[in-house]
């Protein structure tokens, strides 16, 4: 175009910076927004919202996009809309809330696509009254609930702990209207929930009322699998896939069979699988292989896997502390005390356990040993009566996941002190007695923490609900829906 001497116009520019932003290419997006200011477009607003939108999609350019939505003169539902998705893209959904809260004082009136990014942001946080709050506010202000928007709704349910009531809007969804993504939105939650039984039902029903499955419904039906222990019939639906569906496995789909196998304990058969898989295995593969071999004793196994995983990926953190898990399991405290050092040598910081809850349209983050809080001294003393009364039940700590060469005691004390511990002390602080507290892990909720929120909520007579990395566990009455099996 520009070759053959025709200008681009306020039509041409969003086009092109749309593929910028499909392409992640910031400095060719700031190359294309240098032309728009040399002829004079820069203050077209659709010209701004697909610059907005460029920086956004673009890593390290979301102070860009900033800049430039607070410089606008006038802004539209777009604006805010593009600038909320961006922060959710980035995972900033905590400031994809706070922007969602200014709108609503200074903004427009969010509309169906600024519904569905604030979902999306409650979704990663697990904020449910929050997406409880949406809910209403889309009803109240009568949203034509598209296809898009159920979608979301049933997922910011699912990942903030309330299942049935992703089950129940789903159930609610016109048969017409219920859409592949539907069906793998509810798949995934059951199997976040470890209601694989019902997730296999739900998959089921999808096929008989005509709904082809594609490959990301396999990944939520196989992880549903994986997360109940349902071995063989992850196996069955693997090779139905394969061989009723026509879909060629993905990384993922192998990562699945592999973790179904390595959660079962079925270390040799794992790797066996992994040697027959026609594509080379991902770190992500690696390090489901190594947690079960470590939880099997299978650690000659695990420390030789590691140490690959190690030369291949020498600045990934996870790798140091799998191999650091594995020497501390052997109580070879010297070679643990090396891989640490090799760590501070590099520059490597072990990612920090941390959970949230939320409360009072506030969402409050604890990490292990925290006394940042301004009630920090009430929540220590609740932590102390916690510890007191499961003690008195039976709790004994345990202390094999406090992987230091340091006395028991020491050891008792570091567990005691975890910031799921932390969460659930300000919980039942902050909350009316007999309701339910819900809070969210970045990290796998260790044994000695599992151990302790099942007495919890029998002496407390709460129900908890914990999501971690992997899943979601649901304690009530000292049993866990996990069944101990995560």
């Given at each position: 175009?520009?070759?053959h001497?025709?200008?681009?116009?306020?039509?041409?520019?969003?086009?092109?910076?749309k593929?910028?932003?499909?392409m992640?290419?910031?400095n060719?997006?700031?190359?294309?927004?240098?032309?728009v200011?040399?002829?004079?477009?820069?203050?077209d607003?659709?010209?701004l919202?697909?610059?907005?939108?460029?920086?956004?999609?673009c890593r390290?350019?979301?102070?860009?996009a900033?800049?430039l939505?607070?410089?606008?003169?006038?802004t539209?539902s777009v604006?805010?809309?593009?600038?909320?998705?961006?922060?959710v893209?980035?995972g900033?959904?905590?400031?994809?809330?706070k922007?969602f809260?200014?709108?609503?004082n200074?903004?427009p009136?969010?509309?169906?696509?600024?519904?569905?990014?604030?979902l999306?942001?409650?979704?990663?946080?697990?904020?449910?009254?929050l997406?409880?709050?949406?809910?209403?506010?889309?009803?109240?202000?009568?949203?034509?609930?598209r296809?898009?928007?159920?979608?979301?709704l049933?997922d910011?349910?699912?990942k903030c702990?309330?299942?049935?009531?992703?089950?129940?809007?789903?159930?609610k969804?016109?048969?017409?209207k219920?859409s592949?993504?539907s069906?793998?939105?509810v798949?995934?939650?059951?199997?976040?929930?470890?209601?694989?039984?019902?997730?296999?039902?739900?998959?089921?029903e999808?096929?008989r009322?005509?709904?082809?499955?594609?490959?990301?419904?396999?990944?939520g039906?196989l992880?549903?699998c994986?997360?109940?222990?349902?071995?063989?019939?992850g196996?069955?639906?693997?090779?139905s896939?394969?061989n009723?569906?026509?879909?060629?496995?993905?990384i993922?789909?192998?990562?699945?069979m592999?973790?179904?196998l390595?959660?079962?304990?079925l270390?040799?058969?794992?790797?066996?699988f992994?040697?027959?898989?026609?594509?080379?295995?991902?770190?992500?593969?690696?390090?489901?292989?190594?947690?079960?071999?470590?939880?099997q004793?299978?650690?000659?196994?695990?420390?030789?896997?590691?140490k690959?995983?190690?030369s291949?990926?020498p600045?990934h953190?996870?790798n140091?502390?799998?191999?650091?898990g594995?020497?501390?399991?052997?109580?070879?405290?010297?070679?643990?005390?090396?891989?640490?050092?090799?760590?501070?040598?590099?520059?490597?910081?072990?990612?920090p356990?941390?959970?949230?809850?939320?409360?009072?349209?506030g969402?409050?983050?604890?990490?292990?040993?925290?006394?940042s809080?301004?009630?920090?001294r009430?929540?220590?003393?609740?932590?102390d009566?916690m510890?007191?009364k499961?003690?008195?039940a039976?709790?004994?700590?345990?202390t094999k996941n406090v992987?230091?060469d340091?006395?028991?005691?020491?050891?008792?004390?570091?567990?005691?002190?975890?910031?799921e511990k932390?969460?659930?002390?300000?919980?039942?602080?902050?909350?009316?007695?007999?309701?339910?507290?819900?809070?969210?892990?970045?990290?796998r909720?260790?044994?000695?923490c599992?151990?302790?929120?099942?007495l919890i909520?029998?002496?407390?007579?709460?129900?908890?609900?914990?999501?971690d990395r992997n899943?979601?566990h649901?304690f009530k009455?000292?049993?866990?829906?996990?069944?101990?099996?995560?």
């Amino acid at each position: 175009m520009l070759s053959h001497s025709i200008e681009p116009n306020n039509y041409t520019y969003p086009f092109v910076l749309k593929a910028c932003a499909g392409m992640g290419d910031m400095n060719l997006g700031q190359t294309v927004q240098g032309s728009v200011t040399k002829l004079g477009f820069c203050g077209d607003a659709h010209v701004l919202h697909a610059t907005i939108h460029m920086y956004c999609s673009c890593r390290n350019g979301i102070e860009f996009a900033e800049k430039l939505f607070d410089e606008m003169p006038k802004t539209n539902s777009v604006s805010w809309s593009t600038m909320i998705g961006g922060y959710v893209r980035w995972g900033m959904s905590s400031e994809a809330i706070k922007l969602f809260r200014r709108m609503q004082n200074v903004g427009p009136r969010p509309d169906e696509i600024t519904m569905v990014m604030v979902l999306s942001a409650c979704a990663d946080l697990g904020a449910l009254e929050l997406g409880r709050w949406a809910h209403a506010y889309i009803d109240k202000e009568k949203f034509e609930m598209r296809p898009e928007l159920s979608n979301a709704l049933i997922d910011m349910f699912a990942k903030c702990g309330d299942v049935d009531s992703a089950l129940r809007l789903f159930d609610k969804m016109p048969e017409r209207k219920r859409s592949v993504v539907s069906w793998t939105s509810v798949i995934f939650g059951m199997a976040l929930h470890g209601r694989g039984l019902e997730a296999v039902s739900l998959f089921e029903e999808m096929t008989r009322n005509g709904v082809v499955p594609d490959d990301v419904a396999f990944i939520g039906l196989l992880t549903a699998c994986s997360h109940s222990g349902l071995v063989e019939e992850g196996k069955r639906y693997f090779d139905s896939m394969v061989n009723d569906y026509g879909i060629r496995p993905r990384i993922e789909h192998y990562g699945c069979m592999v973790d179904l196998l390595s959660r079962a304990g079925l270390v040799n058969e794992a790797v066996e699988f992994i040697d027959q898989m026609p594509v080379a295995p991902n770190p992500v593969i690696w390090r489901s292989l190594i947690s079960a071999c470590r939880a099997q004793d299978q650690l000659n196994l695990g420390e030789r896997i590691t140490k690959d995983l190690i030369s291949n990926e020498p600045m990934h953190e996870a790798n140091y502390v799998l191999l650091s898990g594995i020497y501390a399991k052997m109580s070879n405290w010297q070679k643990k005390t090396t891989v640490r050092e090799e760590m501070g040598q590099k520059g490597i910081r072990k990612i920090p356990g941390s959970t949230m809850i939320e409360l009072d349209n506030g969402i409050y983050e604890f990490v292990a040993g925290d006394k940042s809080h301004g009630e920090y001294r009430k929540i220590y003393e609740m932590v102390d009566e916690m510890e007191k009364k499961i003690r008195e039940a039976g709790y004994v700590v345990t202390t094999k996941n406090v992987l230091l060469d340091i006395e028991e005691e020491d050891k008792e004390g570091a567990v005691n002190k975890h910031s799921e511990k932390l969460a659930i002390a300000f919980g039942l602080l902050k909350t009316s007695p007999g309701s339910a507290i819900r809070i969210v892990k970045n990290l796998r909720v260790c044994d000695d923490c599992h151990s302790a929120t099942k007495l919890i909520s029998v002496i407390y007579k709460r129900d908890i609900v914990v999501r971690d990395r992997n899943r979601f566990h649901h304690f009530k009455d000292g049993l866990c829906s996990c069944n101990d099996f995560w």
